[in-house]
């Protein structure tokens, strides 16, 4: 039987357990500052219930740049580079290409794809915190599994596919024949769509495509409907993306997306041949000279703005 004073414990405990799950509650409904200005419902019967993004409370990410990875088929390379910066009502996206040209301090000359193979992401971020000339403390690693996962929860990705797109390798397993026009991807069609580039184009192709996919997804996750899906989505991209991000950063670094306009760039690039290996020469930003659509860069470089 149990004494008085472990029942009152176990009272005390029970308020103290209920009124933190309020306050939680409480704290996870505030809404969006504008996103959710017309806050999302759910049918139960025929009534309808709000329901609410939890990761709206989320103030901290002002100023902090994330860099994002994708990782090709092998998983070894990266096959996509961006940092995400949030600051000043934007939302800045920098495409960095991957086979743009470094003289490393660690690992001496490579493609800057390679540096997640050499040094793990702690060498991409001090890398990059060197060459961009401001500090990348984070990282967030998707691979291709990932990426689908998260579209098809999403119903997909809408994209124009700008021409025809067909190749086979039997060697990868891969299989691309896509046609041109607006539509739909999931699955095995949005990883060819994201992996071709068998055209004069190469590189350059391939980053355009990217940022069609890039563009697409940003405006499907900030919709006040699949904010408040966050939880699933970074539940379904699971084993798939790795981060030094908590799940509530993660969350909160999507809402204060959402919450702001998308600007995106591509650093200026052009290729080169050294020891019979083609690179990319980069224009990385200077100290002066932020990393906007309006630079002019030198005449000597072409500009590739996606």
Avoid: C
């Amino acid at each position: 039987m149990s004494s008085p004073l472990h029942s009152n414990s176990a009272r005390l405990s029970l308020i103290a357990a209920v009124a933190l799950g309020l306050t939680g509650g409480l704290l996870l409904s505030v809404p969006l500052k504008r996103s959710l200005t017309q806050q999302p419902t759910f049918l139960i019967g025929t009534k309808k219930y709000p329901t609410s993004n939890p990761f709206s409370n989320w103030q901290g990410f002002n100023n902090r740049e994330v860099v994002v990875l994708g990782m090709d088929a092998g998983r070894g390379n990266t096959d996509a580079i961006f940092t995400i910066r949030v600051e000043h009502g934007e939302t800045k996206i920098t495409q960095i290409p991957r086979d743009s040209y470094i003289d490393s301090h660690g690992f001496g000359p490579l493609k800057v794809n390679a540096l997640y193979a050499r040094g793990g992401p702690e060498a991409v971020k001090s890398e990059l915190t060197r060459l961009m000339r401001r500090p990348i403390r984070h990282h967030i690693l998707i691979n291709l599994d990932g990426i689908r996962g998260i579209a098809d929860l999403l119903g997909g990705i809408e994209v124009d596919v700008p021409k025809r797109l067909y190749y086979v390798d039997k060697s990868q397993g891969l299989y691309i024949d896509l046609q041109p026009g607006p539509q739909i991807l999931r699955d095995r069609e949005l990883e060819g769509f994201l992996r071709w580039r068998n055209d004069e184009e190469g590189d350059f192709g391939r980053l355009r495509r990217q940022q069609l996919v890039l563009k697409s997804l940003f405006r499907k996750l900030t919709r006040p409907e699949n904010l408040i899906r966050l939880p699933a989505l970074i539940t379904t991209a699971g084993q798939n993306l790795k981060t030094d991000l908590g799940p509530m950063e993660l969350g909160g670094l999507i809402t204060a997306m959402a919450t702001t306009q998308l600007e995106t760039t591509r650093l200026d690039a052009r290729p080169f041949y050294r020891d019979g290996i083609s690179y990319l020469d980069t224009k990385w930003p200077e100290i002066s000279e932020p990393i906007t659509e309006s630079n002019n860069y030198k005449n000597w470089r072409q500009r590739f703005i996606f």
